[in-house]
């Protein structure tokens, strides 16, 4: 047992910068006295000491503001970090060295017995006020962005955002994404990732945006050669420019664009029948 807890302190050091000395970990930090206990609760749980087992479990949430069904099952070094309105429901499957933060829920969907809350395996994170739902499966080192509703399985090292949450990092795309020299060409000519699943930028309505900003600069490229194919047989056509871009069309938008970026925009909006 002794060794289990020198276990997860170790476990806070290496996840919160926070953590000061061992005392400051053993007395300050409620996610892991919600662990200890309910170690304590699921043994009894198992044992078919039910009711001891639920009551010790309301003490911890009374105590911790952690809510841990005793029939849930935690691995190793499990930290629920700061760990307020944290609810685990009992067929939850925790792996080890998995993290939560604060107003994390691994909850059902279903009134029906049997497995019915998520597997989180090995090196999982869910950040704070995210929603896990259902008998899912979070992947080894995936992780779940705050304020998510996750509904389906995310693969390893996978990472979703949003809801529904939605897979914006994985190992294969990190993969996919080197091997389109065209959309690299697009996102250095923009300044930044067409498909925005770039590290900083994980956002599931950019990434639909820069699908579409693609699909619309592809369309321009094809115009471009219409037109200068059309001029090259003697046909009058894009001959004018596109209506520049100016700061006031964007006044009632609530969309703040200075001069040199609405400059810059209509740069690549206008047509030029010699480039």
Not at 58 to 63: A, H
Not at 194 to 219: K, R, T, W
């Amino acid at each position: 047992m002794f060794s289990r807890i020198k276990d997860d302190i170790q476990g806070v050091f290496h996840r919160d910068p926070a953590a000061r000395n061992t005392f400051e970990v053993l007395t300050n930090y409620p996610g892991l006295h919600a662990v200890w206990l309910h170690r304590i609760s699921h043994k009894l749980w198992n044992a078919k000491w039910k009711w001891l087992a639920r009551s010790l479990s309301t003490f911890s949430r009374w105590l911790t503001g952690i809510e841990i069904h005793p029939g849930a099952t935690l691995g190793r070094r499990v930290f629920i970090d700061h760990g307020m309105g944290v609810v685990i429901g009992e067929t939850a499957e925790i792996g080890d060295d998995v993290t939560l933060y604060h107003g994390v829920t691994l909850g059902g969907t279903s009134w029906k017995a049997g497995k019915r809350h998520p597997t989180l395996k090995n090196g999982a994170v869910v950040g704070a006020g995210a929603k896990v739902l259902g008998p899912i499966t979070i992947g080894e080192n995936g992780k779940v962005g705050s304020n998510s509703v996750v509904v389906k399985d995310i693969p390893d090292g996978a990472t979703a955002v949003g809801i529904p949450g939605r897979i914006i990092v994985s190992k294969q795309k990190d993969a996919n994404a080197s091997m389109n020299p065209q959309r690299d060409k697009i996102a250095q000519k923009y300044g930044f990732d067409a498909y925005a699943v770039a590290q900083d930028n994980p956002d599931p309505v950019a990434n639909a945006m820069g699908i579409m900003l693609e699909h619309m600069h592809q369309m321009d490229l094809k115009v471009e050669e219409m037109c200068k194919v059309i001029q090259s047989l003697g046909g009058d056509v894009c001959t004018e420019n596109l209506h520049n871009i100016s700061a006031e069309d964007f006044v009632d938008t609530g969309f703040e664009l200075n001069e040199s970026n609405a400059n810059s925009s209509s740069k690549h909006t206008a047509f030029d029948p010699t480039i």
